[in-house]
């Protein structure tokens, strides 16, 4: 059953170091069991709980608006796209196969979803409209695309792609919007992928895993200035660029221990703990719509 977003409390940890600006954290959370997803400001002692569903929620990227969250939600070995309003707590299957489809991203402009899908073999980018439903695929056959997401002007994209026979490397790749002209921006020598464009356009985060663990780095979007952020004995994953460019937040796995959401500079300094469960915290995306404008 559906249910409405609900206030529910949270314990957070405030270290001494700069408030990020009120822009809403959302993240996949197993604090009911299987993985939902939650919305929180970084400075917040409260979150919402956007999802209740039996199955797995993951991958979140808001609406330019905020107003309408996408997602992935796995039934099994089945993911499809969902898309929650969240003014009425509605969800509903917005790109639906027998396929593998995950991984949305939306267009700056609110019109297109960027999204992964196996439906003609290996995974892929494909890009869903929402005018017409009609899909377009926008990458290459015989690899293995994923992780997609568009340049805050939509006029380019960023992936992450697995040459054929590969399995411990991949390079982030920059294309048109439409898919032509892609290209590596990193060597492909590791595991690059989960590329996040800065808010300005002009650099790219991603991180980069060598024997099971995971560093943060940033590379010009021409692929020059190649620089790690974060990189020390603990696994750290899954960047993304705060709407005002002030901060990254990513997953960090401390030893064998849980998951949970940071945050760091983009130049390395003012690293912080954001949630603190001995469960499963990850994934984070950033709405842009202030938490505090939230209905």
Known sequence: MLRLPVLLPFVLFAGACSTPEPFELTFASDRHESLDLMGMAPDSSSFIRYTAYEGTEYNPDWSPDGAVLAYTRWSGSDADVYVLDQATGTARALIESPAYDADPDWSPDGGHVLFVSDREGSRAVYRFSLADGSV???SGSGVTDISPEYSPDGRSIAFARTAPGETSRSAVMVAAADGAGARAVTPGTSQDAL????PDGTTIAFH???DGR???WLVGADGTGERPILQDEND???PAWSPDGQWIAFTRRVGEGPTDIW???PDGSESRRVTRWPGADEGATWRTKPIESNP
């Not at 590329?195 to 800065?198: A, C, E, G, N, V």
């Open 208 to 210: 980069r895993c060598d």
């Open 236 to 238: 750290n994953r899954w």
């Open 214 to 216: 995971c560093a943060l």
């Open 263 to 265: 945050l760091v500079r």
């Open 195 to 198: 590329p996040t464009w800065s």
């Open 136 to 138: 377009e695929r926008l």
